[in-house]
C-alpha cells in the first residue's frame, strides 16, 4: 500500500521522450544531433509531473513494458514522483521530438506503444482502485495504447464515481466522444474540431463546440484550450475568455498537461475555477519555457504568476459539489 494522495493519474499508453535539435532536416543526409534530453512521457504522467513540483500528493498509474518501461521507471525514481507500475508484456514506446534549429519549428514522433490487453488494462484499473480511495481526484490523460478502445473512459468513470472522486478527462478521438459524466474535460481546439467533425474556426464556434460537449456529455465544465490565445471556461451557467501567459516558447510538449495540473491544483486548495485556471496557464507557460517535456521547479514559476510555490502546497483537498 502506498502513502494516500489527492489525485491519481492514469497514463494508459506512457513514453519515454528525447528531444534534441538539429541544424537542419534533410532528406537521405546523416544530421549531426545535439545531445538528447531524456525524461519520462505521456499525458499522465506529466500531469503527475508538474503536481508533485506544485506539492499536490499524486500517484502516477501506467503499464510498464520491457527495457524502455524500466528505465522510464528510474527516472520517474530519480524525479522522487510516487508511481504505482503494472509490468506487460511487450516495449513501452519512445517518443521523438525534434527542433530544427534553422526555422524553430518543432517536429513530433510518436510510436504507436505496446498493445494493452483486457487482462493487463484490468490489472492497472484495480490499482487505481486500490490506491485512489481517498483521492480527490481521477486524471485520465494521453492516448489509448492498441488493443484499448475508447469504452475504458466509462469504466474510469464508474471507477472514480465509487472512489467519491471527480473524474478529468485530457483525450481525443473516441475517447472524448466516451466522457460522459466527466467532473472536467480538456480538449484542444483541434481535438474539439475533429470529435464534432466541422471547423471551429472563431471564438464563437469554438464557444458553441465546447457548450454542445458539456451538454452531450453531462460535464461539469470544459476547459477550451486554445493554444497562444489562452482558454475558454465552458460551464452550464456560463463562458469566461482567460488569455495565455505570456513566455518565451521553446518547447510546446507537454504544455495541455501542465495547463490540466495547474487547474486541478487549485481546485485541490477550494480556488474557485478562473482563479485555478490561471494558475494552469502559468504551469503551460513555466512548461512551454523548458526543453521537451523536463521540468520546470517551483521558482521557474514565479516568473509566470504572483501566486508563489509555497503559498501552493500544504492543506487538504477540498471536494466540491459545484465550481
Not at 480538456?186 to 463546440?209: M, N, W
Request: charged residues 20%; glycine residues 12%; negative net charge.
Amino acid at each position: 500500500m502506498l502513502a494516500s494522495s489527492d489525485v491519481v493519474t492514469i497514463t494508459l499508453n506512457p513514453a519515454l521522450d528525447d528531444s534534441f535539435s538539429v541544424p537542419r532536416l534533410i532528406p537521405g543526409n546523416k544530421m549531426r544531433c545535439s545531445s538528447p534530453r531524456i525524461d519520462p512521457g505521456g499525458g499522465g504522467i506529466n500531469v503527475a509531473r508538474v503536481l508533485h513540483v506544485l506539492g499536490i500528493p499524486t500517484l502516477a498509474v501506467l503499464p510498464m513494458a520491457g527495457h524502455i518501461g524500466r528505465a522510464l521507471s528510474e527516472l520517474l525514481e530519480i524525479e522522487r514522483l510516487p508511481f504505482a507500475g503494472v509490468e506487460v508484456p511487450g516495449e513501452t514506446r519512445l517518443s521523438h521530438h525534434v527542433t530544427e534549429l534553422e526555422t524553430g519549428l518543432e517536429y513530433r514522433f510518436v510510436l504507436p506503444g505496446t498493445a494493452l490487453s483486457r487482462t493487463d488494462l484490468d490489472r492497472c484499473l484495480q490499482v487505481v482502485r486500490r490506491e485512489g480511495r481517498h483521492a480527490a481526484y481521477v486524471v485520465l490523460s494521453g492516448s489509448l495504447p492498441p488493443g484499448v478502445s475508447a469504452d475504458v473512459v466509462p469504466r474510469v468513470r464508474c471507477l472514480s464515481d465509487a472512489l467519491g472522486a471527480r473524474l478529468v478527462v485530457d483525450a481525443s478521438g473516441g475517447a472524448l466522444a466516451q466522457a460522459h459524466g466527466a467532473y472536467l474535460i480538456k480538449p484542444s481546439v483541434r481535438e474539439l474540431a475533429e470529435h464534432l467533425g466541422r471547423d471551429l474556426d472563431t471564438i464563437a464556434e469554438q464557444v458553441a463546440g465546447a457548450r454542445q460537449l458539456l451538454g452531450a456529455t453531462g460535464a461539469n465544465v470544459v476547459v477550451l484550450s486554445r493554444g497562444h490565445l489562452g482558454v475558454a471556461l465552458v460551464t452550464p451557467t456560463g463562458t469566461q475568455l482567460l488569455p495565455a501567459v505570456a513566455g518565451d516558447l521553446v518547447s510546446g510538449v507537454g504544455a495541455g498537461d501542465a495547463l490540466v495540473a495547474g487547474i486541478i491544483a487549485g481546485l485541490t486548495h477550494g480556488w474557485d475555477l478562473a482563479r485555478a485556471a490561471r494558475l494552469g496557464l502559468a504551469c503551460s507557460a513555466a512548461m512551454i519555457a523548458t526543453a521537451g517535456t523536463s521540468m520546470f521547479s517551483r521558482d521557474d514559476l514565479t516568473a509566470f504568476t504572483d501566486v508563489l510555490p509555497d503559498q501552493i502546497v500544504g492543506g487538504r483537498p477540498a471536494r466540491l459539489d459545484a465550481v
